[in-house]
């Protein structure tokens, strides 16, 4: 399609001949341009927000205490259950430790057999203090 068909005249010579086509507005003019700023005024207040925030916190905080509590006496449970059984764990290590030192007085008077003077299982140091064994095994080569 040429330009004389658009502009109905045909036969132009020049650019100049043609008329002036011009874009408008339309008929009663554009909408207004909205341009101010517009902030909405919908949503929670700031205090709205505040004790909001100030609630979970209080609450999560009490869940903490509870939590405490709880653990407290968890806590304390453990500690009266092990002290109730310490006597018989006592008990038992000082049994395992007259065997072993039975076995080790055995031992050292095999040795020492020949040994004018020596007495089996008195101490070679002379404190005057006694001392608890150590536990543990007391001479590992000893069977």
Excluded at 85 to 90: C, D, E, F, H, R
Excluded at 101 to 118: C, F, H, Q, S, T
């Amino acid at each position: 399609m040429t330009e004389a068909m658009v502009r109905k005249k045909p036969g132009m010579a020049s650019v100049k001949d043609m008329p002036l086509l011009q874009d408008g507005p339309p008929p009663g003019g554009f909408a207004p341009v909205r341009y101010a700023r517009r902030i909405p005024n919908s949503g929670p207040s700031a205090t709205a927000i505040f004790l909001t925030a100030f609630g979970a916190f209080a609450w999560g905080m009490y869940q903490v205490g509870k939590g405490n509590e709880i653990r407290r006496a968890i806590k304390e449970e453990k500690l009266a259950a092990r002290s109730a059984i310490v006597p018989i764990l006592q008990a038992e290590e000082d049994e395992r430790f007259v065997k072993e030192w039975n076995k080790y007085l055995d031992e050292e008077a095999r040795i020492m057999k020949d040994v004018p003077g020596w007495k089996v299982g008195e101490s070679v140091y002379s404190s005057g203090k006694w001392m608890p064994p150590a536990t543990g095994e007391l001479r590992p080569d000893v069977w």
